[in-house]
């Protein structure tokens, strides 16, 4: 295809290294494709961090808050999976993106999920971003977890307002409530919804994501992001 040429003739000026150990060649390179797993993310309040809770929100944070809940596959400090994300998110990398579903697939972490028949869903991109970008990297992840959970994936949610790249915003920056009405409902919603999304800083946009799901009659919403801070 042609994207392929592109990326081979762009691999010939600009050599691909490993992002783990450096070497020439691929994105990961095959020992560190073998050898690398993110350090997985601890099951905390995604608000406070505060320890003990599974992953369910805290009881002092849901008192302001709608999301139940929520995991991680690992931490965005870690250089090699933040390296990761912002390859696939930023530049369309394929390689990048099947290293990191084929670690999703591998990850236990969603087992800890209460038992419930969730439905797979997403905090999706503004049309306009996914436009420019060519894809929504929250779109594909849930359709990675629903494959791994054998679950139902079903868009529900269209951004309706656009904001700045929230990730590269700093977490203590950003405050919950300040992306409610981001979001609209674009469909009958269910009963217990896990909401699909690249990175979680301060949780403010899978808030605003849960609220309105909530709102439209949902009981229960978790999340899975790729990474947390």
């Known amino acids: 295809s042609s994207q392929s040429f592109a990326r081979g003739f762009l691999d010939g000026i600009f050599p691909r ?34 320890k003990g ?35 696939w998110k930023y530049h369309g990398d394929a390689a990048a993106r099947n290293m990191l579903f084929h ?14 028949d969730w439905t797979v869903t997403e905090a999706p991109l503004h049309p306009a971003r996914k ?29 309706v307002r656009w904001t700045s790249p929230q990730a590269r915003r700093g977490a203590k920056a950003r405050r919950i409530g300040e992306m409610d009405q981001c979001f609209s409902v674009i469909k009958q919603v269910p009963e217990y919804a896990l909401l699909c999304d690249d990175v979680a800083t301060s949780a403010v946009t899978l808030d605003a994501a849960a609220r309105e799901l909530k709102l439209a009659g949902t009981k229960e919403v978790w999340a899975f992001t790729l990474a947390r801070a």
Do not use: I, N, W
């Not at 302001?64 to 931490?75: E, I, R, S």
């Not at 990675?144 to 951004?159: D, E, F, I, S, Y």
């Open 17 to 50: 290294f490993c992002l783990r150990c450096r070497k020439e060649g691929e994105v990961f390179c095959e020992s560190c494709e073998r050898q690398y797993f993110p350090r997985p993310a601890e099951p905390v309040c995604l608000f406070c961090q505060k």
């Open 53 to 87: 809770t599974l992953g369910r929100t805290c009881q002092t944070c849901s008192s302001v808050t709608h999301l139940d809940g929520g995991f991680a596959l690992g931490y965005y400090a870690d250089p090699v999976l933040r390296s990761l994300v912002q390859a």
């Open 103 to 116: 670690r999703v697939r591998s990850t236990h972490v969603l087992g800890l999920l209460p038992f419930h």
């Open 131 to 159: 436009r420019e970008r060519g894809f929504d990297q929250a779109e594909l992840l849930a359709g990675q977890v629903a494959m791994r959970m054998g679950l139902t994936h079903l868009p529900l949610l269209k951004r």
